[in-house]
C-alpha cells in the first residue's frame, strides 16, 4: 500500500417477584471503571464495597459498543471507502521505527472540488473502530451536501485496524508497546492525513472542518487550538476537555449521573443509594454469591460482589449518557428516555418485593430491552486488550469521587496514591495528571480560549453527566457554546463570523465563575445527552435539537464564508 493518501481504491412491564421470573437475561458489556477510593472507619456497607471498585473513571463508551457490527441498513445510508494511510509511530522523534497502516474512511460523492475550494469535514475518530462512529455521527453526513463537502473519518491510533506492531496483541503487550498511544499522536495522526490528502488532490486551499463528539469532541477542540493553520474551526460536542486535576469538583460526573434519575423519581433514587448495602450484605451470607447470582440471572456464578457492582455501575452511567428523547441503539437498543422507564420498573414492583429483585427489573431495561437474551455474563474483555485503560493511566486522569448527599453511589474520595499503584500494577506506567492540561490547557481555560482561540463550538445536553467537565458559557464571539435546558429561552447575540444577528433557543449562560455557571446551568430541568446534536436526525427530534443544529450549520457556514472571504481577498491583492 503507498503511503500516499489519495482517494484511490485501496415495555415497560410490571415488575415480577423472583418466584414468577421463569426466563434469564444475557448480554456482554464491559465493566465501567470506577475510582480508588479512601474511607474513614466503616459504617456503611457500601463504603465497605468501595474498596473493591477499580482505580479509573467511568468510560465515554462501553467495549460493548465497540463490537456492534455497522448494520447493513446503515452501510447503505452511509456510503463511504476504507482506505490506508501509513503513519509514523513516533511523530515527535527521528528514530526509525515501523510505520503501520491508519485506516480512514472518505467520501466525496457531494464534494465541490478544490477549484471551488470545496471544504472537508474531518470527524476525530474516538477510541474504538471507525465505522461505528462513521454511522453514528449522522449530522456530518447530512450537512455535507450542503457545504459540498468531503467527509473523512480517520480512525484513532491502536483502535479499529489501525493497529500498530502487526496485531492488536503485540501492539497492546506492555508499556513499551503501548507508549505511542497518545493523545498528542492522534492529533498528528490527522493534521498528516489530511495535509497529505490535501496535497495528493491539490486541494492545499479547502478549508478544513473538524467535528468530533466525547473524546473525539476533546480531539476536535484540541486539534482546532494546536493547528489552527491546518482546520479553520471545530465543532467539539459533550467534549470534558475540564474534568482534570482542580478544575471541576471529582465529584461533578456522579452527582449528575444520581440527579438524572433522582428528577425521575425520588423513590427511585432511594433504592439505588440503598441497594448497595442490600448488594454487600447479601454478598457476605453464605452461599450469598449463588444467591446474587440467581437473582441478577446470571451466566456463571458470582465471584465477588465487586463485579455485580460495577456491572450495574456500568449501566446507571450509560442510561445517563444516552438519555435520548427517542429510541436508540447507541450503547445498547434502548427506548425513549429509558432512565424514566428504568424508574418505572424499580418503583412499579409489587409490595414485597426486595431492594435487589427491584434493581434487576429496572437494569433489564438498559442490558436485555429486548427480551431476547437468557443470561447475563459480565466478563467480556478477558484479554484485557483495552485501549482506554491505558490512556486513562498515563494522561487522560480525571479524578472521581463519589458525594455523599447528592450521590446515588456509594460515598467515597478520590485516591491518587491508590489510582498510581493500581496503573503501576497494571501496566508499569505512573500516571501524569498534570500533562493533559499542560499540553492543551484548561486551568483558566477562558482566558487561554479568549486569547489564544477561535472558531470552537462547544455543545453540551445537560442530561449527559460529561457535561459538567465541558465548556459551558460563551468565550468569546467565536468561542460559542450552545447548552440546552427543559426551559426555552431565547438568546439573540452577534455572531461576527456571520455578520448578523439570530436567535436560537439554546441558552447560553453568561457567568464568567465556573461555580456560577454551574448553579446557572443546573437550576432549570435539563435535556439533552451524550453528543446528541450529532447523531443521525430523525422524525422524533424534538424543536429544540432541531435548532441547535440549524444554529450549528450557521456558525460552521460562517466560519467557511470568512475563509473564502479571505481567500479571495489575498488572490485579489
Given at each position: 500500500m503507498s503511503t500516499a493518501a489519495t482517494p484511490a481504491s485501496h415495555n415497560s412491564q410490571q415488575c415480577l417477584t423472583m418466584a414468577d421470573l421463569s426466563f434469564l437475561f444475557a448480554i456482554i458489556i464491559l465493566t465501567i471503571t470506577s475510582t480508588a477510593i479512601i474511607f474513614p472507619t466503616p459504617i456503611l456497607a457500601s463504603q465497605q464495597l468501595n474498596h473493591q471498585f477499580s482505580n479509573r473513571a467511568p468510560r465515554f463508551l462501553s467495549k460493548h459498543s465497540n463490537s456492534i457490527k455497522t448494520q447493513e441498513e446503515e452501510q447503505k445510508r452511509y456510503k463511504y471507502e476504507s482506505k490506508y494511510f501509513y503513519q509514523q509511530l513516533d511523530h515527535f522523534s527521528f528514530l526509525n521505527l515501523p510505520k503501520f497502516p491508519q485506516r480512514y474512511l472518505i467520501n466525496t460523492d457531494h464534494w465541490a472540488g478544490p477549484e471551488r475550494r470545496g471544504p472537508i469535514f474531518l470527524y476525530c475518530g474516538?477510541?474504538?473502530?471507525?465505522?461505528?462512529?462513521?454511522?453514528?455521527?449522522?449530522?456530518?453526513?447530512?450537512?455535507?451536501?450542503?457545504?459540498?463537502?468531503?467527509?473523512?473519518?480517520?480512525?484513532?491510533?491502536?483502535?479499529?485496524?489501525?493497529?500498530?506492531?502487526?496485531?492488536?496483541?503485540?501492539?497492546?503487550?506492555?508499556?513499551?508497546?503501548?507508549?505511542?498511544?497518545?493523545?498528542?499522536?492522534?492529533?498528528?495522526?490527522?493534521?498528516?492525513?489530511?495535509?497529505?490528502?490535501?496535497?495528493?488532490?491539490?486541494?492545499?486551499?479547502?478549508?478544513?472542518?473538524?467535528?468530533?463528539?466525547?473524546?473525539?469532541?476533546?480531539?476536535?477542540?484540541?486539534?482546532?487550538?494546536?493547528y489552527p493553520h491546518i482546520a479553520i474551526g471545530a465543532l467539539a460536542s459533550s467534549a470534558p476537555i475540564l474534568q482534570f486535576e482542580d478544575i471541576v469538583p471529582p465529584e461533578t460526573f456522579y452527582n449528575l449521573v444520581s440527579n438524572d434519575f433522582k428528577r425521575e423519581s425520588t423513590s427511585c433514587f432511594n433504592t439505588i443509594k440503598e441497594s448497595w448495602d442490600a448488594l454487600l450484605s447479601e454478598g457476605l451470607k453464605k452461599n450469598g454469591l449463588v444467591q446474587l447470582t440467581k437473582t441478577f440471572h446470571l451466566c456463571r456464578e458470582l465471584k465477588s460482589t465487586e463485579d455485580l457492582a460495577n456491572w450495574l455501575d456500568s449501566a446507571y452511567s450509560y442510561l445517563a449518557m444516552v438519555d435520548y428523547p427517542y429510541p436508540s441503539a447507541f450503547m445498547m437498543p434502548l427506548p425513549g428516555y429509558p432512565i424514566k422507564e428504568v424508574c418505572k420498573r424499580i418503583d412499579g414492583c409489587p409490595n414485597g418485593t426486595t431492594i435487589l429483585e427491584r434493581i434487576f427489573e429496572g437494569i433489564s431495561i438498559y442490558y436485555n430491552y429486548t427480551g431476547e437474551f437468557n443470561c447475563f455474563e459480565l466478563d467480556d474483555d478477558p484479554h484485557g486488550l483495552d485501549g482506554w485503560n491505558w490512556q486513562a493511566c498515563t494522561e487522560m486522569v480525571m479524578p472521581m469521587s463519589s458525594s455523599h448527599d447528592e450521590s446515588m453511589y456509594p460515598t467515597y474520595d478520590f485516591n491518587y496514591s491508590s489510582f498510581q499503584e493500581g496503573c503501576?500494577?497494571?501496566?508499569?506506567?505512573?500516571?501524569?495528571?498534570?500533562?493533559?492540561?499542560?499540553?492543551?490547557?484548561?486551568?483558566?481555560?477562558?482566558?487561554?480560549?479568549?486569547?489564544?482561540?477561535?472558531?470552537?463550538?462547544?455543545?453540551?445536553?445537560?442530561?449527559?453527566?460529561?457535561?459538567?467537565?465541558?465548556?459551558l458559557q460563551n468565550i468569546s464571539e467565536t468561542i460559542v457554546a450552545l447548552v440546552t435546558e427543559e426551559v426555552s429561552c431565547e438568546v439573540t447575540f452577534y455572531a461576527h463570523h456571520i455578520s448578523r444577528f439570530f436567535s436560537s433557543r439554546s441558552c447560553w449562560p453568561s457567568s464568567s465563575s465556573t461555580a456560577g455557571l454551574s448553579r446557572y446551568c443546573h437550576r432549570k430541568n435539563a435535556r439533552g445527552a451524550h453528543h446528541l446534536d450529532l447523531r443521525p436526525s430523525t422524525p422524533e427530534d424534538p424543536d429544540w435539537l432541531v435548532e441547535q443544529r440549524?444554529?450549528?450549520?450557521?456558525?460552521?457556514?460562517?466560519?467557511?464564508?470568512?475563509?473564502l472571504g479571505e481567500k479571495k481577498t489575498a488572490f485579489s491583492m
Open positions: 474516538n477510541e474504538g473502530d471507525i465505522e461505528w462512529f462513521a454511522v453514528n455521527t449522522g449530522f456530518v453526513w447530512e450537512i455535507a451536501p450542503l457545504f459540498g463537502a468531503m467527509v473523512l473519518f480517520p480512525e484513532h491510533r491502536y483502535y479499529g485496524e489501525s493497529v500498530p506492531f502487526g496485531s492488536r496483541e503485540e501492539a497492546y503487550k506492555n508499556a513499551s508497546t503501548l507508549s505511542y498511544l497518545t493523545a498528542e499522536q492522534a492529533l498528528a495522526d490527522f493534521a498528516v492525513l489530511i495535509t497529505d490528502l490535501k496535497r495528493n488532490l491539490s486541494a492545499q486551499a479547502c478549508p478544513v472542518v473538524l467535528f468530533g463528539g466525547s473524546y473525539g469532541g476533546m480531539l476536535a477542540a484540541w486539534m482546532r487550538l494546536k503501576w500494577e497494571e501496566f508499569g506506567v505512573i500516571p501524569r495528571p498534570r500533562w493533559i492540561t499542560t499540553e492543551f490547557g484548561g486551568q483558566d481555560i477562558k482566558t487561554a480560549l479568549e486569547t489564544f482561540g477561535s472558531n470552537i463550538i462547544f455543545s453540551n445536553g445537560l442530561l449527559d453527566p460529561w457535561s459538567g467537565g465541558s465548556v440549524e444554529t450549528e450549520v450557521k456558525l460552521i457556514k460562517g466560519w467557511i464564508d470568512d475563509y
